[in-house]
């Protein structure tokens, strides 16, 4: 394929013919704020029993805090989950909880309305699927995933 995907994802499929598409900018939110969130559940915990607030804390309180920053700084980690992979056949689109998988001849065109946060896939019926590894605020790499999807899509119906 002579598209460069060095620029959109840093990574090709295995064959070379296809393409893997990843969000970057918010992938570097959700590690910032998972690691904001670990920092201070993990000061909080730490700090909760020099803290002269009238309660008595235990060891299980601050063991407790520090668990909950972990839950929620891998929560804010699904957010980095989304990827797409297209080759000649088809999409797979991994979006934050559900992974599907869509042949080209299922997918009337790749969009990316004005507006719209994310590209999606135009599906029969006016039905459409969001793609959010295409997102609006990785600026000139969304449009290049966009261009080489459309790319492979018309390669897939012969157009």
């Known amino acids: 394929m002579s598209f460069s995907m060095g620029k959109v994802t840093g990574q090709r499929a295995e064959a070379g013919e296809g393409i893997v598409l990843r969000p970057r900018r918010v992938v570097w939110m959700a590690v910032f704020v998972a ?15 020099t803290s002269d607030t009238g309660v008595i804390f235990h060891v ?20 980095a989950l ?8 088809g999409i797979e689109v991994r979006n934050v909880l559900s992974t599907k998988y869509f042949s080209w001849n299922e997918v009337l065109s790749v969009s990316f309305p004005d507006g719209a946060s994310f590209a999606r896939l135009e599906l029969p019926d006016f039905e459409y699927h969001s793609v959010l590894a295409v997102q609006a605020v990785d600026r000139e790499r969304a449009v290049e995933a966009v261009r080489a999807l459309r790319k492979l899509h018309r390669q897939a119906r012969g157009e």
């Open 35 to 49: 690691v904001v969130l670990l920092a201070v559940f993990v000061t909080v915990g730490v700090l909760l029993r």
């Open 82 to 89: 989304p990827r797409a992979r297209a080759d000649a056949e």
């Open 60 to 79: 299980s309180d601050q063991v407790a805090m520090i668990g909950v920053g972990v839950v929620l700084a891998a929560a804010s980690l699904v957010f």
